[in-house]
């Protein structure tokens, strides 16, 4: 399947030149996944919750100044190199292009539709994030701002102090918060309004009761029950039990669509642009030499997340690095921080290395990968 079954010619563009407010608007009133900004009718990149919620500008700062590189496609692509770009690229848009011409866009949502029935084949616990951050409900707004920014995630379970789940926070739901109050307040002390949201507990602004999945469930029951509920991510508790067991996103699906049966490692690095001074070869080296040292297994699937902090050492950034690995003995990850990307890949990797240590008994998840890309290939 390619995106020319998949890629639609309807989306929101604004210019480059356009205020932060009226962004901010377009994502309160038609909730896109995310928007294409262009600069002399050319295609600049896009603009998605995340980058508002991480940016701390003016309503009438231009949006050119949060713009994101999104990776462009065409129209004859491949569903699984698609699915890599936006995976590698952190955004849920990517334009379209039918020659020089941009035709629409694809995005996460359009993908996963399109496979849905293929997803049957992967079950929760095969692609869920086990190392979950979460908030206290009684913690306030900026501090559950912070850890989705520190963290570079988009959503955080709500524990009650017993530690059991109470609800959700996402960027939607900060986002809608504070266009909602701003709104409802009118103009005023914008910088003292905004103080007040920071410090209101995160149980005012979280969605509850929560809708979660179970660790034996499809994928595609996890996912058709994001689209009914209108959430792009599951809490995956035990049975029964309200408490926290990992998180399952529709970034984890699209990733397991990604899985190849070469040989070589197949490797994601998301926010790749971050990796300037060492090569996906290396990275890839890296990874193998500790599951050949170490473990002798067989890694299938490696992802790399790269997160940029503002924090800066003689003009070098801070670097988070997050390394998680797919192998025939179950997952496996390690991170770490550091300035610049490749101290944080080799800080992330160390941890990496003591954790692959700790590997006992765990099965091993070929046969998922192998149904579904026999399942895909039917499409």
């Given at each position: 399947?390619?995106?020319?079954?998949?890629?639609?010619?309807?989306?929101?563009?604004?210019?480059?030149?356009?205020?932060?407010?009226?962004?901010?608007?377009?994502?309160?009133?038609?909730?896109?996944?995310?928007?294409?900004?262009?600069?002399?009718?050319?295609?600049?990149?896009?603009?998605?919750?995340?980058?508002?919620?991480?940016?701390?500008?003016?309503?009438?700062?231009k949006v050119s100044a949060v713009v994101?590189?999104?990776?462009?496609?065409?129209?004859?692509?491949?569903?699984?190199?698609?699915?890599?770009?936006?995976?590698?690229?952190?955004?849920?848009?990517?334009?379209?292009?039918?020659?020089?011409?941009?035709?629409?866009?694809?995005?996460?949502?359009?993908?996963?539709?399109?496979?849905?029935?293929?997803?049957?084949?992967?079950?929760?616990?095969?692609?869920?994030?086990?190392?979950?951050?979460?908030?206290?409900?009684?913690?306030?707004?900026?501090?559950?701002?912070?850890?989705?920014?520190?963290?570079?995630?988009?959503?955080?379970?709500?524990?009650?102090?017993?530690?059991?789940?109470?609800?959700?926070?996402?960027?939607?739901?900060?986002?809608?918060?504070?266009?909602?109050?701003?709104?409802?307040?009118?103009?005023?002390?914008?910088?003292?309004?905004?103080?007040?949201?920071?410090?209101?507990?995160?149980?005012?602004?979280?969605?509850?009761?929560?809708?979660t999945a179970t660790a034996d469930e499809?994928?595609?029951?996890?996912?058709?029950?994001?689209?009914?509920?209108?959430?792009?991510?599951?809490?995956?508790?035990?049975?029964?039990?309200?408490?926290?067991?990992?998180?399952?996103?529709?970034?984890?699906?699209?990733?397991?669509?990604?899985?190849?049966?070469?040989?070589?490692?197949?490797?994601?690095i998301t926010n790749v642009d971050l990796?300037?001074?060492?090569?996906?070869?290396?990275?890839?080296?890296?990874?193998?030499?500790?599951?050949?040292?170490?473990?002798?297994?067989?890694?299938?699937?490696?992802?790399?997340?790269?997160?940029?902090?503002?924090?800066?050492?003689?003009?070098?950034?801070?670097?988070?690095?997050?390394?998680?690995?797919?192998?025939?003995?179950?997952?496996?990850?390690?991170?770490?921080?550091?300035?610049?990307?490749?101290?944080?890949?080799?800080?992330?990797?160390?941890?990496?290395?003591?954790?692959?240590?700790?590997?006992?008994?765990?099965?091993?998840?070929?046969?998922?990968?192998?149904?579904?890309?026999?399942?895909?290939?039917?499409?």
């Amino acid at each position: 399947m390619n995106i020319a079954d998949i890629a639609v010619p309807e989306y929101v563009e604004v210019d480059a030149d356009e205020r932060l407010a009226k962004v901010r608007s377009i994502f309160e009133r038609e909730n896109p996944k995310g928007i294409v900004v262009t600069e002399d009718g050319e295609y600049a990149g896009v603009v998605g919750e995340k980058q508002l919620l991480r940016s701390r500008m003016e309503d009438d700062t231009k949006v050119s100044a949060v713009v994101k590189p999104a990776p462009s496609v065409k129209r004859t692509e491949d569903v699984r190199e698609t699915a890599r770009l936006l995976v590698e690229g952190d955004v849920k848009i990517a334009p379209v292009y039918e020659g020089e011409k941009l035709y629409g866009i694809v995005t996460v949502d359009q993908i996963l539709e399109a496979v849905l029935e293929s997803l049957d084949a992967i079950t929760v616990d095969q692609i869920a994030t086990t190392d979950v951050i979460g908030i206290n409900e009684k913690d306030s707004v900026g501090r559950a701002i912070n850890r989705l920014r520190e963290n570079g995630i988009s959503r955080l379970p709500v524990l009650d102090d017993d530690g059991m789940l109470a609800g959700v926070v996402t960027t939607n739901d900060i986002v809608e918060f504070v266009v909602r109050d701003q709104e409802r307040q009118g103009s005023g002390d914008r910088a003292g309004d905004i103080d007040r949201m920071l410090d209101l507990p995160v149980y005012d602004i979280m969605s509850s009761p929560v809708v979660t999945a179970t660790a034996d469930e499809t994928a595609e029951e996890a996912v058709s029950r994001m689209f009914d509920n209108e959430v792009s991510g599951l809490v995956v508790t035990p049975e029964g039990i309200e408490a926290v067991a990992g998180m399952v996103t529709k970034t984890d699906v699209l990733r397991a669509l990604t899985f190849t049966e070469e040989d070589s490692l197949d490797v994601q690095i998301t926010n790749v642009d971050l990796l300037e001074h060492t090569s996906r070869e290396h990275v890839v080296e890296s990874i193998e030499s500790v599951a050949d040292k170490y473990a002798q297994m067989q890694v299938m699937h490696a992802h790399v997340r790269l997160h940029q902090h503002k924090e800066k050492l003689r003009g070098t950034p801070l670097i988070q690095c997050q390394i998680r690995l797919r192998t025939d003995q179950g997952q496996v990850g390690g991170s770490g921080e550091g300035y610049g990307a490749e101290h944080a890949f080799h800080v992330a990797l160390d941890k990496l290395e003591r954790n692959v240590l700790e590997i006992k008994g765990v099965n091993a998840d070929e046969e998922y990968r192998g149904q579904l890309l026999r399942k895909l290939g039917e499409l």
